[in-house]
């Protein structure tokens, strides 16, 4: 993929989210913002200016990220689940979404924002 793409970032864990901004710079796209909680990742939606978000689906104190994933969605913004494990499935509505697992790897960024971007547009 040639197309650089704005991404936020929804990731609790600072060491985590900074690899991945590291990642995303590398192949030559841009962290607009990371958000650590539900409510930031509501507001980073609110403001706009992202092309795709990378989500980690279960957040410090057992958040989980379905509502950021329903805002995403009704906006028409593409994102991607990101997990380090065992997960239950998402909601019906989030079924088809790339999944990015943890640890992250420089080869499936770039595969799953393009995954995010051809399913949204679909």
Sequence with gaps: MTNSRSIL??????????????????LGHK?????????????RIDEGGFDVAI????????????????RLAKKGCPFILATGGHI???????ADAP???KPYTMDAINPAIAAALTERAS
């Design 9 to 26: 970032v929804v990731e609790d864990e600072p060491l985590i989210a900074m690899m991945l901004e590291d990642f995303l710079d590398s």
């Design 31 to 43: 962290c607009v913002a990371i958000a650590e909680t539900v409510a930031e990742a509501m507001d």
């Design 55 to 70: 989500m980690d689906v279960h957040l410090k104190g057992g958040e989980k990220i379905w509502p950021v994933a329903d």
């Design 88 to 94: 239950e499935p998402p909601p019906a509505q989030h």
């Design 99 to 101: 999944v990015l697992s």
